[in-house]
């Protein structure tokens, strides 16, 4: 009797292990760019080489209708991407190094919807439409009125669509609150009329769901109870638009939501959003999202007079601005004040840090000195809004175009493979249970070692 008793104690102790790890978060990819954006995950066993012409190691491929540059996000067999679908045929998206500043002129009304597919057979397992009608800001001709991407914690998935609200489901798609916070006018701060759409993405962290909203009036960070939608509290900022979405850190017992800006880069407690420290200057345009180091937050951003990174301290207290031509003070530990990005946010994988230019180049930093190890242009590609992501030992960069390149890590550049989409590819991919996800212009298209693909239409 007491072997049995034993037997079945050690059975269901190895049940609760696996299923304990199957919602590990850190092995999800529940916000954009994954676990606190940190855009790495290894043993990910990714395949060397895949092609949608030939149907190579594409396990599926699902349609997704209307224009999104959302990313997928992922909690165990449940991936999550939004989209807006116009009443008409939907616009074009255009790649390149696209110089005007104008908007899409559209008059058309929209439905705002959020997909769940699931992750080994890519078949929808439901939809939700958050809202319709006619949007409240225009989008750029390379944007579109779904840019930022969704977050989950496993019991709900939050998304965000701008000026048309922040919505929470649970995993069943079954809606728990929405909030609209009115029109967040997301535009060139030199041109009113140049509205861009917004972008930022939410995150969920310790039952809380946090927003940054940089954008031409009204501007603010704040915090909502997960569950409820209730606010827990609300900081004004004052900043120039910007695109960037807020991360966390740990200050030894203490969570800070950092977040990137012009006017005011800075960290909030998040508990109660006082405000620990601030910095301003840097690009004028800022979209990429802080990424956490083991000591140091960095930051980069680009337009204007400099392109900087900036390495700054967990310890960081009050206004740390740099002077004119500093490149450290006592919590900066380093600056290149040329060598940021505009739209990619940076990759921080071993000792080194991966800066992916929109031109395509990749420029790779040792971490903690902030030495240039190299700057070498990654592939043929004439434009690159997607972020660059890590797994095993190799980083990816994608270009508009839909080609998919691996670099070596480490401190020499060494371009391994080229594969591709075949599509326009302007979001971020995702890494979850050996898949390599893409949100193309008109599918997600998932990567794994398979023989056979499913395409689901």
Known sequence: MLNKISILTVFIFLIVSTKAQEIDPEKQWSMFRGNLASGVMDNANLPVNWSTSTGKNISWKTAIPGIGHSSPVVWGNQIF?????????????????????????????????????????????????????????????????????????????VALFGSEGLYCYDMEGNLQWEKDFGVLKSNFFLAEDAEWEFASSPLIFNNLVIIQCDVATNSFVAAYNLETGAEVWKKERDDYPGWSTPNVY????????????????????????????????????????????????????????????????KKAKGDITLGEGETSNAYVKWAKLRGGSYMGTMLLYGDYLYNAGWNG??????????????????????????????????????????????????????????????????????????????????HVVAVSAKDKPTFVY
Request: hydrophobic share 30%; aromatic share 10%.
């Open 81 to 157: 991407v939004t989209t807006a679908k116009s009443e008409l045929e939907d616009g074009d998206v255009v790649t390149g190094i696209y110089g005007s500043i104008g908007s899409v002129p559209d008059s058309s009304v929209y439905e705002w919807k959020v997909y769940c597919l699931n992750l080994k057979s890519g078949e929808i397992e439901w939809e939700a439409t958050a809202h319709k009608g006619l949007p409240e800001q225009k989008r750029h001709p390379m944007s579109s009125h779904a840019n930022c991407t969704p977050a989950t914690n496993g019991k709900f998935v």
């Open 250 to 313: 740990s200050d030894g017992g203490k969570s800070i939501v950092t977040v990137n800006g012009y006017k005011h880069r800075g960290g909030y407690d998040l508990q109660t959003g006082e405000e620990i420290w601030r910095m301003s200057g840097g690009g004028d345009i800022p979209v990429p999202t802080p990424i956490i180091g083991d000591d140091y937050i960095y930051f980069n951003s680009a337009h204007g007079k400099v392109a900087p990174v900036y390495a700054i301290s």
């Open 361 to 442: 180049r990749l420029t790779c930093f040792n971490a903690l000195t902030g030495e240039e190890m190299y700057s070498e242009k990654a592939g043929k590609g004439n434009s690159y809004t997607s972020s660059p992501v890590a797994a095993d030992g190799i980083i990816y960069i994608a270009d508009n175009d839909g080609r998919v390149y691996s670099v070596k890590a480490g401190p020499d550049y060494e371009l391994l493979t080229t594969n591709h989409l075949n599509e326009v590819l302007m979001s971020t991919p995702a890494i979850a249970g050996k898949y390599f996800l893409f949100r193309t212009a008109q």
